[in-house]
């Protein structure tokens, strides 16, 4: 079982513009043991003067419940930051109920002149945790759900993408997790390069 980190750019949008989506489905884990449930999401951003840009969103399910709100500004040529905070409650199997939340830092830049992109993102967990959608419904699986007492603290990661024109992208990135109740960390590493070659895409990549 691994983790893949993944990031979402900076929010950043021009004044007056929108942006708006809702999704209804089925949770569905790879664990076959583990329950379907329904779930939606619904964000919303907005471009405010000044190049601000404001968003938030919801997230639910039936043992399940985020809001998440925050705040982009565009930097021009510097890039873009946004800083965003959210807060849930989840009740894992077999367990009270739970709330917690925690803040994101993000930020994003990209250099047109080589094609390069940068991601930096960190997030901070209040001292009661945080516990995600899929952490909570995974534990509504047939027989006794999984436990951990470990508790999230802190997460950094740093994405790299370069474009090679024709030759394709390259990307590398790289992310660590802190924990309470003396587990330590976590720290990954991967780096991935795809290439399309008549409509055919081809991609390889490596995780540490």
Do not use: C
Not at 31 to 58: C, E, R
Request: glycine share 14%.
């Amino acid at each position: 079982e691994f983790s893949v980190p993944y990031q979402t750019p900076a929010i950043a949008l021009q004044e007056g513009h929108r942006v708006y989506n809702l999704m209804a489905g089925q949770y569905r884990a790879s664990d076959n043991a583990v329950d379907a449930a329904p779930v939606a999401q619904a964000p919303v951003m907005y471009g405010l003067p000044w190049s601000l840009t404001l968003y938030g969103g919801l997230q639910g399910a039936e043992h399940y419940q985020a809001t998440t709100a925050g705040l982009g500004i565009s930097l021009g040529s510097w890039g873009a930051v946004s800083l965003d905070g959210t807060y849930g409650r989840g009740q894992k199997k077999g367990h009270d109920r739970e709330t917690g939340g925690f803040g994101r830092l993000r930020y994003s830049k990209s250099v047109e002149a080589t094609n390069t992109s940068l991601t930096l993102s960190t997030t901070r967990y209040d001292a009661s945790g945080f516990s995600t959608l899929s952490e909570v419904l995974d534990s509504y699986r047939q027989g006794s759900p999984a436990s951990s007492d470990a508790q999230r603290r802190s997460e950094t990661s740093l994405t790299l993408g370069q474009s090679l024109g024709g030759w394709g992208s390259f990307s590398l990135s790289g992310s660590r997790n802190s924990y309470g109740n003396g587990h330590g960390s976590t720290e990954s590493f991967s780096a991935g390069y795809g290439v399309g070659i008549r409509g055919v895409s081809l991609s390889l990549n490596a995780t540490q």
